[in-house]
Each structure stands twice: as C-alpha cells, then as structure tokens.
C-alpha cells in the first residue's frame, strides 16, 4: 500500500514560517491534499491539488509537491494555526485513498 | 449551505453490528463522491471507504473490507455505513465527507459521530 510520511510535529514562533512534509514515492505525480484539525473539530481543507486554495483560506497558506515530497507551508504563523495537519492523496494503484500520518503544529 | 450531519454512533459489543448515517444538505450525494473517514482516539485520520457519484463504484480500506459496507439513498440525500464483525480497535469518531474533483479532496466534513465498542 501507499505510505505517506509527515513529521510527527513542527514547532514555531509566532511572525515566523512553519513548513510541514509530506514524503511518498513519486508523489509529485499525484494531487496532494492538505486538511487542519484543531482539537475536538473536524478536519478542514486548506489546500487542495497541490497548491489551491479553497475560499477562505488565508494566503498565508501555501503548497507545493515535486519529485518526493510534498509541502505544506504557513508563513506569518499566528496562535490559531496551532492544529494537526494532514496531507493526503489518491493511489491509483490500489484504489484506496490515503492519509498522512500527521503532524502537529505548535506555535511557541 | 453545503452541511453533512453523521448520526448512528454509540455503544456496541464486539462482533456486534451498526450502522451510521450522513444526512446531506445544500447538495446531491448523486452529484459527488461520498467519504467515511474515522479517527481512533488520540490517532490520526484513516480512510475507510467511498461511493462514487455514479453510485456503483465503492472503494474500501484493506482494514474494513468485507466487514464494512457503504450505500446511499438518493431520495433521503443520505449516505450510510454498515458496520458488521465489530472489534475494539474500530472505537472512533466516524466522520462523512464530501468528495470535489474524484478522485480527489474531501469538503466538506461532517462533525463526526463516535462509535465505542466495548463488553
């Protein structure tokens, strides 16, 4: 099956920039998928297809995907991107869509 | 508004049998793919199952299938999951999702619903 490999956290300053991986195998051949889920809360979409940004999603969220690793940047961190951050694709090759093991963003 | 509400969850004995629904609103489950996604607690997301648009195309998770089956009623805008042979480690928050551009990214989510299985 299909591994998708995140660190299990990233820690920030407020004001500074927060850069989360997302490790498969030639995963720059597929659309990654980026989702925050803050404590108790269901999990949103903050980029789609690489690098899209779904309306109301701030621009401080960005996203790219090459060769094999996929990132997910926050610049200007603020205390409320504090969540867990999940990347996630589609694997053709078994039907079956994956998910990220997650990392949690800690704004210091 | 787009708005998806998960109902069904609660206490089941192991190898007992469930079923949650997903009521949609604001869209037609016939018109997109429709995800079950689960969290165990303290774990990340896990990818369980989805029903394309064209309402026969069902896709399932190595760790749930032949035990779980997704199903939707177009006239009710609802989507189902049936839960047979239920074991501890299926206790999660069981959320429904949306699907744009299958395959493709999951949105919305619903507010999850929570299965706890245990004697």
């Known amino acids: 099956s299909y591994v998708l490999t995140q660190p299990p956290s990233v820690s920030v300053a407020p004001g500074k920039t927060a850069t989360i991986t997302c490790g498969g195998a030639?995963?720059?051949?597929?659309?990654v998928h980026w989702y925050q889920q803050k404590p108790g809360q269901a999990p949103v979409l903050v980029i789609y297809s690489d690098s899209d940004r779904p309306s109301g999603i701030p621009d401080r969220f960005s996203g790219f995907n090459s060769e094999n690793t996929a990132t997910l940047t926050i610049s200007r961190v603020e205390a409320g991107d504090e969540a867990d951050y999940y990347c996630q694709v589609w694997a053709s090759r078994t039907d079956q869509y994956v998910f990220g093991s997650g990392t949690k963003v800690t704004v210091l | 508004q787009v708005h998806l509400v998960e109902s069904g969850g609660g206490v089941v004995q192991p190898g007992g049998s469930l079923r949650l629904s997903c009521a949609a609103s604001?869209?037609?489950?016939?018109?997109?793919?429709m995800h079950w996604v689960r969290q165990a607690p303290g774990k990340g997301l896990e990818w369980l199952a989805v029903?394309?648009?064209?309402?026969?195309?069902?896709y399932y998770a190595d760790s749930v299938q032949g035990r779980f089956s997704i199903s939707r009623d177009n006239s009710e805008n609802t989507l189902f999951l049936q839960m047979t042979s239920l074991r501890a480690d299926d206790t999660a928050v069981y959320y429904c999702a949306r699907e744009r551009g299958t395959p493709g990214w999951l949105d919305p989510w619903g507010q999850g619903t929570l299965v706890t299985v245990s004697s």
């Open positions: 029903l394309w648009y064209d309402g026969t195309t069902k």
């Open positions: 030639n995963i720059g051949s597929k659309s």
């Open positions: 604001g869209f037609s489950v016939t018109n997109h793919g």
